[in-house]
């Protein structure tokens, strides 16, 4: 019983152009949500996060949009460098500070 | 200056061994988590502890006991292993107050 999904596990944009990765999830009682990058033999790195009382973040390059009426966040990153070719973490959690992974979206940007 | 270290970054051991897993953190948090990746790659919480007290435990097998010395320090001991145990563990930690966990370079574990 996944809470948080990641319904594509890939996707591919080219260099400069806007790479959109989504994430829905099931459970009503969550009320923040962040986003990790994860590289290749690496841990997750945090990258960006959004509270439930708000629509949106923005931390330069990257811009999490909340939709909490349909249940669904997505990660914007514009423009997109080769450098952000990763695997990216939606996560969800509530107030036990636990935190509910999606499956992950391997980026790749092409040069 | 590394903020979450985990030791041993490979581990392959037989079925049967018991082994452990060591992390430390440096960023004066009080809160450390274990985190198992699976074959399918999801991450799934599995301890939690805040200041050496035990706060979550998720259904994990009790071949497995995480012990925490210390709040910088939880380690992960794991008795007769399996071949299931197989995937890579990530040591992680959070301050109070805030929500994203910062996490360790991970333990890829093979059981043979």
């Known amino acids: 019983d996944q809470q948080v999904k990641q319904n594509s596990p890939s996707l591919s944009v080219q260099e400069g152009r806007i790479s959109i990765l989504n994430c829905d999830y099931t459970?009503?009682?969550?009320?923040?949500f962040l986003w990790y990058k994860k590289y290749p033999a690496e841990g997750p790195t945090f990258l960006i996060s959004?509270?439930?009382?708000?629509d949106k973040n923005e931390d330069g390059r990257f811009t999490v949009f909340l939709n909490k009426s349909a249940k669904h966040l997505s990660l914007h990153i514009v423009p997109s460098q080769p450098g952000d070719s990763a695997v990216y973490f939606c996560?969800?959690?509530?107030?036990?500070?636990?935190?509910?992974f999606g499956s992950g979206t391997r980026l790749l940007v092409r040069p | 200056d590394t903020a979450v270290s985990q030791t041993p970054k490979y581990l392959v051991t037989q079925m049967g061994n018991d082994k452990s897993i060591k992390c430390e953190q440096n960023?004066?948090?009080?809160?450390m988590y274990w985190y198992k990746q699976d074959s399918k790659k999801f991450l799934k919480i599995m301890f939690s502890?805040?200041?050496?007290?035990?706060?979550i435990n998720e259904t994990v097998p009790n071949r497995f006991s995480p012990k925490s010395p210390d709040k910088a320090h939880l380690n992960l001991h794991i008795n007769s292993l399996e071949l299931g145990d197989s995937a890579v563990y990530f040591c992680?930690?959070?301050?109070?107050?805030?929500?994203?966990?910062?996490f360790g370079q991970g333990t890829r574990l093979t059981v043979v």
């Open positions: 992680a930690s959070r301050d109070r107050g805030n929500t994203e966990a910062f």
């Open positions: 459970n009503s009682m969550f009320d923040y």
């Open positions: 959004i509270s439930s009382i708000k």
């Open positions: 996560a969800a959690t509530d107030s036990s500070y636990k935190l509910i």
């Open positions: 960023l004066g948090h009080d809160t």
């Open positions: 502890y805040n200041n050496k007290e035990l706060i």
